[in-house]
C-alpha cells in the first residue's frame, strides 16, 4: 500500500543529478566561519574569545534560552575574531571566525566508523546529549532537536515519524545518507524511540527512492518496532503535517503541533546526527550538503565542515558554471538565494544548486484567470489568489479569516500558476502584515 | 387616469409622515461644535491623527477634555489654533513637520551586488535578503511608500531610485514612515521657507563595512559631533542624528561630514565671501 | 577588495522553479480541443464555417489589440490566444449562414463589451463570447435563428433554412402534435451523436466536442466537475419530465445530445475567468445551468436556452466563490 496526503500537491520534475553520486569528504577548510544564529530561536552566546585554541568539537557558543542550540568548532585553530560578517542572504550576522591550524580532535569524541548499536544511556541522559552537542532538524527548519524530545504535559507521543522523504527536486543529501548510513540511521531512530518513550516509528520514503526502501525494509526486518512506508511522489510531503497526514492519516489542529496529533517528526539527517551525538558523543560539525545544477560539472553529495565558505563546495564541484544565474541554499522550491559565495554553510544547509540564468529569472506576470489552479494545489487548503489580493491592499482581518497564517510556504501556488503571478510572495507579506498588526495589538 | 395619481400621492403622503416621525423620534442630539470643527478641519480623512477620519477627531476633540495629545498634521498650527478657539480650549503650538527621506543609497553611490526578481515590494524584499547594494539599513526603492500618501506627496526618482518627497505636498500624517520596513523616512521639524539638516543615512553598521557597500554612508567617525556649537547631534550605533528640537541650522555640520551623509534643503548657496574664511577651517583638520 | 567582477545573481524568494504551464498554453490547449468539431463544421456546412470563424477571430484579436493600444495603453496580450479562442467560440455559436458584418459587431460586443470593459483577460464576469451571442440573438433574431440545413460534404451547395431539432420539437409541441408525432421527424439520435444536424456551427456534432472535452481532461486544461454536472442535471431533469409525461417531453438523450448543450457544458461553461474555483463550487454551478437550461427549453418560449443559463450562473459565480471555501488543513470537522 502506498500512502500520500489527500488533498492538493504538485509533481515537479524531480531532477535529482546527484542522487548516483556517494558521499566524499571535503577537505577541511582554511577558515571557517560560524554564525551564531543558525538554528531557529534565541542565538547562540560565543563563549570563545579572539586568539583562544580550539579543538574539533569544542564548545564555542552556548545556547541562550530553551529554543537555542549549542555551536562547536568544526576545525582545530586559533579563533580570529567575532564580527559581523555577510552571510547568505545578504544580511550582517555575529559570525565566530577560526583559522585551521591541524586536525586536532577533541579525545571525547569517538571517530571511528564502528557501527555501535547499544543504548547504554537513559532517555534523560540522551535528551542532554543532544542538547550539549548542538542537534538541531537538518531537514531545513533548524529546529532544536532537544525541544521535540520533551513530550509536554497531559500529550501523549504515539509514533515516531522519520522523514525520509526528501520531496524537494534536486536534493539527494538525505537519499544518499539512508543508502550509505543505514545501519547508524536505525540506531537513531532507536534512541529517539527511547528518549522519548514512543512505542512505534515509521520511516517514511517517497517512491523515487526504490533502493532507500528496499534497503530499510530489509534492515527494519530486525527491528520490529519500525516500519518502512513508501510514500507517493508529491511534493510537499516532507512537511511535516503533510507527512503526519500521509503516515498515520491524523491531522495537525490549526495552530497545534505534530504532538497535538500524537506525532513527532525528525528527520534522518537529524537521526543520523542524534546517533553520532549519543554513540560516539560528536557534536554536529558537519553534514551532507548536495552540490548540484544542470550544469554543474561534478555532481556531488560532500559532507562537509559547518561554517565552510560555499566558493569551497562549488569548487570542489567544478566550480560556478558559465551562466549561473542564481544560487541557492536549499532546493529550488524553498530554498534562499544566496548573494554572495563567501557566505559559509550552515547546519540547515542541505544543497547548493545552480540555475542556469535562463531559469532563474520569473516571466512576467498577467492577469488572474481564476482558474483555480493554485487552491487546488494548496496541500493546507487556503486560497492562495484571494490572500494575494487581501495582502495587496492590506486587510489583515480579512486575511486572518481567510487563514494566511496556515501556509507552509511550499510554494506549490506559485509554481502552477499559469499567469506567473508570485502568490507565495504576497501570501509571505500578508503574513508579515499579519504578524505585525498582532503585535501593535499587544 | 385618476387611480394612479391617487395612489402615487397617497403612497407618497404615507412615507413623509413616517419619515417625519421617525426623525423626530431617533434624532440624535450631537453638540453641534462638533460638525463645526469638522468643517475646518482638512477633510482629508487621512487618519493621520491617529482617528478614522476628520470626523471622529472631530468629535473627540470637542468631547474629550485633555486635547493635548490631538493634532491634525495636514491642517497643521493654524488649523489648530483656529478649532481650538472654537472649542474654547488651549492646545500646544507643535511644529509643523515634513517627511524626509534618510537614505542617499542611489545607483551612482552604491555598487549592484544582486538583481531583484520577486514581487514589486519593500516589506517583502526586506524579508528576503539585504538589497540590490548590499546594505541592509538602505532603501529597496520598490516604492512601498507611494501607494499609501493620500497626497501624491511622495514618488521614486527614476534617476535615483529613491523616493523623494514633494514638500508642498507632505503633510506629515506618517503614513509612508509606518510603511516603510527600514524606517527611513523620519518626520522632521521643518519651517516656512523649508530648512532642514539631517544625516541622509540609517546604516548602523561599523564605518568600514558602511563604506564598503555606500559611497555616501554615516560613516560613524563623529566629526559632526565635535563641529555642533549647539550640541544637537548624537551618535548611536555608529550612526549620527540630528535632534532636530535643539538644531539651529548653522550648517557647520554638513561641511564637516566627510562622506557627504548630511544634507541641506533649500538653504541659499553659501555666500562666496564666507569661503575662504571657512576653507581653510576644514583644511587644517 | 578583489578587483575582478563579482558575479552578479539574482535573487528572490521561493519557489524558484515553475511549472510548464501558462494562460497561452491553457488559450491554445482549448484552441486544439475544437479541431475536432471545427473539422466537423467544415465537413456539414461546408466554406460557410470557415468564413464565419475566419472572421470572428480576426475581429476578436484586432478589436482586442485596438483597445489595448490606445484606448487602455496597456499592455499587448493579442498573441496569448484568449482573443482567438473569443472568436472560435462566438463563431461556434452563430449559425453559419450568419452575414459577416454581423459576426465584426459580435466579436466587437464580446471583446469591448463583454472582456476589456471589466479590465480584459480574468476580469469579466461573464463568458465574452456568449455575451456576444446573446447580443446578435437579441438583436437579429432572424438571422440568428436560420439555421442552414447541413451540406454533409457537399462544400459548393447553396445553404438552405430550417429548423434545428430543438426548434422544431419547440413548434410541434406548440402545434400540440405528441412527441410520438414529431419524433418520426427528427434526425436519428446516432446522426445527432456524430454530426448532421442543423444549427450553429459549434453544434453539429456531439461526439466531436466529446472528444475535444476528454483531451482537455487529459491536458488538465478542465476538470470532470462542470461538464458532468451540467449534462448529469439535464439528464436527470428531463428523465423525470420524460418519465410523467412521455407525450408532452422529450427524451432525456434528446436533451443533451440536442443543441448547444455540449458546447456549452464543455467549452462555455468552463471558461475558467467565469467559472466557481473550487470543486464543490463547479458542482453547484453546473447544477445551476441544467436546471435553468432546461426550465428555459421546456417551458420558456426559446427552443434553446443554454447561453442564457451560462451567463445567469455567471453571475452567481463571485457568491458561489465567496460561500465555498476548500476546508483550511486542521480545521475542525
Redesign the interface.
Known amino acids: 500500500m502506498v500512502y500520500t496526503f489527500p ?1 492538493g500537491g ?1 509533481h ?2 524531480d531532477t535529482k543529478l546527484a542522487a548516483a553520486e556517494s558521499i566524499t569528504t571535503l577537505a577541511v577548510p582554511d577558515m571557517v566561519y560560524m554564525p551564531v544564529s543558525q538554528h531557529l530561536g534565541v542565538p547562540a552566546k560565543p563563549i570563545v574569545a579572539r586568539g583562544d585554541e580550539v579543538k574539533v568539537g569544542a564548545k564555542i557558543a552556548e545556547a541562550s534560552g530553551f529554543v537555542s542550540a549549542f555551536i562547536h568548532a568544526p576545525v582545530s585553530g586559533t579563533v580570529q575574531k567575532i564580527d ?1 560578517m ?1 552571510c547568505a ?4 550576522q555575529d559570525v565566530i571566525v577560526i583559522k585551521t591550524n591541524g586536525d586536532v580532535w577533541e579525545e571525547t569524541i569517538n571517530r571511528t566508523d564502528e557501527v555501535i548499536s547499544d543504548i547504554s544511556l537513559s532517555a534523560e541522559e540522551i535528551r542532554t546529549k543532544v542538547l550539549e552537542n548542538g542537534i538541531v532538524g537538518m531537514g531545513g527548519a533548524t529546529f532544536p532537536s532537544h525541544v521535540k524530545f520533551i513530550v509536554p504535559d497531559g500529550k501523549k507521543a504515539e509514533e515516531l515519524i522519520i522523514n525520509g522523504v526528501e520531496c524537494e ?1 534536486y536534493l539527494s543529501s538525505d537519499h544518499r545518507l539512508m543508502l550509505e548510513k543505514a545501519e547508524e540511521i536505525f540506531v537513531g531512530i532507536e534512541i529517539i524511540k527511547k528518549a522519548i518513550g514512543v512505542p512505534v516509528a515509521y520511516v517514511g520514503i517517497e517512491k523515487n527512492k526504490p533502493d532507500a526502501i528496499e534497503l530499510f525494509s530489509t534492515i527494519a526486518e530486525k527491528h520490529p518496532t519500525i516500519t518502512v512506508i513508501p510514500l507517493e511522489v508529491k511534493y510537499p510531503q516532507g512537511g511535516e ?1 503533510q507527512l503526519i ?1 500521509a503516515v498515520t492519516g491524523k ?6 503541533l505534530p504532538i497535538d496529533a500524537g506525532s513527532i517528526v525528525h528527520n534522518v539527517g537529524t537521526v543520523f546526527a542524534v546517533y553520532e551525538a549519543v554513540q560516539k558523543n560528536k557534536p554536529l560539525i558537519e553534514r551532507v550538503i548536495t552540490v548540484t545544477g544542470k550544469q554543474v560539472l561534478q555532481q556531488s553529495n560532500f559532507l562537509v565542515r559547518i561554517g565552510t565558505p560555499v566558493q569551497q563546495l562549488i569548487d570542489a564541484a567544478g566550480g ?1 558554471p558559465e551562466d ?5 541554499a ?1 532546493g ?9 559565495l563567501n557566505a559559509p554553510v550552515t547546519k540547515g544547509t542541505s544543497g547548493i ?1 545552480m ?1 542556469p ?1 535562463t ?5 512576467e506576470m ?8 493554485c ?2 494545489v ?6 492562495p ?1 484571494l490572500l494575494m489580493s487581501l495582502a495587496e491592499h492590506e486587510m489583515v482581518d480579512e486575511l486572518q479569516e ?2 494566511v497564517m ?1 501556509c507552509i ?1 511550499c ?1 506549490s501556488c ?7 503571478r ?1 502568490l ?3 501570501i ?2 500578508g503574513k ?2 499579519v504578524r505585525e498588526h498582532t503585535k501593535k495589538k499587544k | 387616469m385618476f387611480f394612479p395619481v391617487i395612489i402615487l400621492s397617497s403612497i407618497g403622503l404615507g412615507a413623509a409622515i413616517i419619515l417625519f416621525f421617525v426623525s423626530k423620534k431617533f434624532k440624535v442630539i450631537e453638540n453641534p461644535l462638533i460638525d463645526e470643527v469638522e468643517e475646518m478641519l482638512p477633510a482629508a480623512n487621512c487618519g493621520g491623527c491617529g482617528y478614522p477620519g476628520c470626523r471622529k477627531f472631530a468629535q473627540v476633540f470637542v468631547e474629550s477634555d485633555d486635547v493635548e495629545n490631538l493634532y491634525c498634521p495636514v491642517g497643521g498650527g493654524d488649523v489648530m489654533k483656529q478649532i481650538a478657539e472654537l472649542a474654547g480650549k488651549i492646545v500646544a503650538v507643535q511644529a509643523q513637520k515634513v517627511a524626509v527621506v534618510r537614505c542617499n543609497g542611489s545607483c551612482e553611490h552604491t555598487n549592484k ?2 538583481s531583484y ?3 514589486v ?1 519593500c ?2 524584499a526586506d ?5 540590490e547594494s ?1 546594505c ?1 539599513f538602505g532603501c529597496f526603492g520598490y516604492g512601498d511608500c507611494v501607494p499609501v500618501c493620500d497626497f501624491d506627496a511622495i514618488y521614486i526618482d527614476e534617476q535615483t531610485g529613491l523616493p523623494v518627497v514633494s514638500t508642498e505636498n507632505c503633510t506629515a500624517c506618517g503614513k509612508c514612515v509606518d510603511i516603510c520596513p527600514r524606517d527611513i523616512i523620519e518626520l522632521r521639524k521643518t519651517n516656512k521657507k523649508d530648512l532642514k539638516i539631517f544625516v541622509s543615512c540609517v546604516n548602523k ?2 564605518g568600514a ?1 558602511a563604506r564598503k557597500v555606500c559611497e555616501v554612508a554615516c560613516i560613524g567617525c563623529g566629526k559632526c559631533v565635535k563641529a555642533c556649537p549647539h550640541d544637537a547631534i548624537t551618535m548611536v550605533d555608529n550612526l549620527a542624528y540630528i535632534i532636530d528640537d535643539k538644531c539651529k541650522l548653522c550648517r557647520k555640520c554638513v561641511l564637516e561630514c566627510p562622506t557627504h551623509a548630511i544634507h541641506e534643503t533649500n538653504f541659499p548657496p553659501r555666500k562666496i565671501k564666507e569661503e575662504p574664511v571657512k576653507k581653510p577651517e576644514v583644511a587644517e583638520k | 577588495m578583489n578587483t575582478s567582477v563579482k ?1 552578479i ?11 510548464e ?3 497561452s ?2 488559450m491554445y490547449g482549448v484552441l486544439i480541443a475544437l479541431i475536432p468539431a471545427f473539422a466537423m463544421s467544415l465537413y456539414v456546412f461546408g466554406l460557410g464555417a470557415l468564413v464565419v470563424t475566419a472572421t470572428a477571430v480576426v475581429s476578436c484579436m484586432l478589436f482586442e489589440w485596438l483597445i489595448q493600444r490606445f484606448l487602455i495603453q496597456g499592455k499587448l ?1 493579442v498573441f ?1 490566444g484568449s482573443a482567438a479562442l473569443t472568436g472560435v467560440l462566438l463563431a461556434f455559436n452563430v449559425p453559419s449562414s450568419l452575414p459577416l458584418w454581423m459576426i465584426v459587431v459580435g466579436s466587437f460586443v464580446a471583446i469591448g463589451i463583454g472582456k476589456m470593459s471589466f ?5 469579466n464576469p461573464f463568458n465574452p463570447a456568449l455575451v456576444g451571442r446573446v447580443f446578435l440573438l437579441m438583436s437579429f433574431p432572424v438571422q440568428m435563428t436560420q439555421w442552414p440545413q447541413p451540406l454533409n460534404g457537399d462544400f459548393f451547395a447553396d445553404a438552405v433554412s430550417g429548423a434545428t431539432p430543438l426548434a422544431f420539437v419547440k413548434e410541434g409541441l406548440s402545434k400540440g402534435d405528441s412527441i410520438s408525432d414529431i419524433v418520426p421527424q427528427l434526425p436519428h439520435m446516432f446522426q445527432m451523436l456524430t454530426g448532421g444536424i442543423g444549427g450553429s456551427l459549434g453544434e453539429v456534432s456531439a461526439l466531436a466536442l466529446i472528444i475535444g472535452g476528454l483531451y482537455m481532461l487529459y491536458k488538465k486544461i478542465i ?1 470532470w466537475h462542470i461538464p458532468v454536472s451540467i449534462l448529469l442535471t439535464m439528464f436527470l431533469f428531463t428523465g423525470v419530465l420524460n418519465l410523467v409525461d412521455s407525450q408532452e417531453y422529450m427524451s432525456p438523450f434528446f436533451h443533451i445530445f440536442a443543441g448547444g448543450a455540449m458546447l456549452g457544458a464543455i467549452f462555455m461553461a468552463t471558461d ?8 464543490v463550487g463547479m458542482l453547484i454551478y453546473g447544477v445551476g445551468i441544467g436546471v435553468i437550461t432546461i426550465a428555459i427549453r421546456v417551458f420558456g418560449s426559446y427552443p434553446e436556452g443554454i447561453s442564457f443559463a451560462i451567463l445567469i450562473m455567471n453571475a452567481t459565480v463571485p457568491i458561489i466563490n465567496k460561500n465555498v ?8 470537522k
Open positions: 488533498k504538485i515537479p520534475p559581523k555577510m542572504s545578504g544580511f550582517y527536486p503535517k497526514k491531522e495537525v489542529p490549526i495552530g497545534g560556478v549561473t544565474g542564481k544560487v541557492i536549499g529550488p522550491m524553498m530554498g534562499k538565494t544566496i548573494t554572495s544548486l540555475m540564468s531559469e532563474s529569472k520569473r516571466e498577467a492577469n488572474c484567470i481564476r482558474c483555480g489552479k487552491i487546488s494548496c496541500c493546507v487548503g487556503v486560497e489568489y481567510h487563514a496556515q510556504e510554494g506559485s509554481f502552477s500558476c499559469p499567469a506567473h508570485p507565495l510572495d504576497y509571505r507579506l508579515n502584515i | 551586488q544582486a526578481d520577486g514581487a515590494s516589506r517583502l524579508s528576503t535578503f539585504a538589497g548590499g541592509s553598521d561599523k563595512l | 558575479k545573481f539574482t535573487v528572490s524568494p521561493s519557489p524558484h522553479i515553475h511549472s504551464g501558462s494562460i498554453a491553457i496580450t496569448d479590465g480584459g483577460l480574468g476580469q476538470t475558467m475567468a467565469t467559472s466557481p474555483m473550487s470543486p471555501r476548500p476546508r483550511v488543513f486542521g480545521a475542525k
